[in-house]
């Protein structure tokens, strides 16, 4: 009887031993799907990539990947767990000497307003923690009250005291911004209840190189793009032709991409795809029996060459601006550094050189020189510059 015991027991820990990596695994796996916000049927997927591999690899490993369950549901269940799991956040804040937040309100594709709440927080010994400290549905209206409640609320449960609450980070939604009913004016006057220290406010620098970019006043330009695309791909039907006559004309580019005002990047992406599909969307839209007066003028032309480059130098800086464990002096010194690039390139503008504005260059080898207004485009380079320092 001992000895079946023994046996018993035995079977049960190597069971135990198998499945605990497995099911290590599997969290993995749904971690990484998740971060990169594709399908949770990739699980299944991945799995079927694991057991080709095992097969070349460690064919003897046959029973260690069975036990590996990457199903839909299982992906699902672990990612929501993940999300849920704050206890080594909660943890952590334990030790903060202080934190600052980072708060956005932004409308999903269902119209429902998402508080993103982001904590960065420094303990004894310097270490530094970023992450995303709560998403929020708001279902109702998004008053300065209504979102202080919730950061409020979000606070409360991961223990986080009001006294050491340093900085914080928002838009200029007077929502946000706002100094006596907006999130800004609260916090203060919780702080204050709190006997806390002073409140520094900083508006997210990403969002004001997006405001500088609205200095160009090209709208024009833009709205005459976003009117082209809509034309091609709000119907069925003309986004089928377009496709099919992008391939019969031999074209490298097979589609021209939405563009979402949230989205700031996707700017800079519509443009360029236009600029190189110009010619294809003028005889497509004459095809269509459409007035293409406005995209054959070469002046416009020149117009979308110089909004298309500039929009690209202010999407890298945009780029060079996100990121995790980035601290606001780096990021200051990358707008100081482009707001000097600005002022080189006003220069070699004024001059005719085009070094830095390559679509603008090839609008000068296909037209006379006089035609592409340098000047212009040299003064919109120091509006830009002067917002940039204002």
Request: glycine content about 4%; aromatic content about 6%; proline content about 2%.
């Amino acid at each position: 009887m001992k000895r079946s015991l023994v046996l018993q027991q035995t079977m049960f820990t190597k069971a135990e031993s198998q499945s605990e990596p497995a099911v290590k695994v599997s969290f993995i796996v749904a971690a990484e799907i998740a971060k990169s916000a594709r399908p949770f049927t990739e699980g299944e997927f991945v799995k079927k990539c694991l057991l080709k591999v095992r097969d070349v690899i460690c064919p003897d490993k046959k029973q260690a990947f069975l036990n590996v369950n990457l199903s839909r549901n299982t992906v699902a269940a672990h990612a929501c767990e993940l999300a849920t799991n704050l206890e080594q956040l909660k943890e952590k804040g334990k030790d903060f000497m202080a934190y600052s937040l980072a708060v956005d309100e932004s409308s999903d594709t269902s119209d429902t307003a998402q508080l993103s709440i982001f904590i960065r927080g420094v303990d004894t010994k310097l270490s530094v923690t970023e992450e995303l400290l709560g998403l929020k549905s708001m279902h109702g209206t998004t008053t300065g009250k209504e979102i202080f409640e919730e950061v409020s609320k979000c606070l409360n449960e991961m223990m986080l005291p009001w006294d050491k609450l340093v900085g914080l980070t928002t838009d200029d939604a007077p929502a946000m911004c706002g100094q006596k009913n907006g999130l800004v004016g609260r916090i203060r006057e919780k702080m204050r209840e709190n006997h806390a220290g002073e409140l520094t406010v900083y508006h997210c620098i990403i969002h004001e190189e997006a405001l500088c970019g609205k200095a160009l006043k090209m709208e024009h330009i833009m709205n005459t793009v976003t009117r082209v695309v809509n034309f091609i791909r709000a119907k069925g039907l003309n986004h089928r032709q377009f496709k099919s006559f992008l391939k019969e004309l031999g074209s490298e580019y097979g589609d021209v991409p939405y563009h979402t005002e949230v989205r700031w990047l996707s700017r800079g992406k519509l443009l360029k795809r236009c600029f190189e599909l110009r010619e294809e969307i003028c005889l497509f839209m004459e095809s269509k029996s459409k007035d293409t007066t406005e995209l054959r003028d070469k002046k416009c032309q020149c117009e979308l060459a110089f909004l298309c480059d500039i929009v690209s130098h202010l999407d890298a800086l945009n780029l060079q601006l996100q990121g995790r464990g980035h601290v606001i002096t780096d990021m200051y010194s990358a707008v100081r550094a482009f707001r000097t690039k600005l002022c080189l390139w006003e220069t070699q503008m004024l001059q005719g050189n085009m070094a830095h504005f390559l679509c603008c260059q090839i609008m000068k080898e296909q037209i006379s020189s006089a035609v592409l207004p340098s000047a212009e485009f040299a003064e919109k380079l120091s509006v830009l510059r002067v917002e940039f320092s204002r």
